[in-house]
């Protein structure tokens, strides 16, 4: 899959990923629930989704098309 302007289509998801982010920790602050629960969470659910899209194939060939596998690549060695 080779995805065209992709820079814009992810900067779209990240911002609407960090409105609702936002969104969740003002409403859990009103509840009155554990932030460190509620933050370390957040960062699992993150990198879970980050690791599977970076272990799928396409997730390589994104970064392909983008220019930036020879940076990622540099640091293995």
Same mark, same amino acid.
């Given at each position: ?10 900067? $779209?998801? &990240?911002?609407?990923?960090? &409105?609702?982010?936002?969104?969740? #920790?003002?409403?859990?602050? +009103? ?8 933050? +370390? &969470?957040?960062? #699992?659910? &993150? $990198?879970?989704? +980050?690791?599977?899209?970076?272990? +799928?194939?396409?997730? $390589? ?17």
């Amino acid at each position: 899959m080779t995805v065209r302007g992709g820079g814009m289509f992810f900067l $779209f998801l &990240a911002t609407l990923c960090s &409105a609702a982010i936002a969104l969740i #920790f003002k409403y859990t602050e +009103s509840i009155n629930t554990n932030r460190l629960l509620i933050t +370390s &969470a957040n960062y #699992f659910i &993150a $990198f879970s989704t +980050s690791l599977f899209y970076f272990c +799928s194939k396409e997730g $390589f060939e994104t970064m392909e098309t983008m220019g930036t596998v020879p940076f990622v690549s540099g640091f293995g060695g």
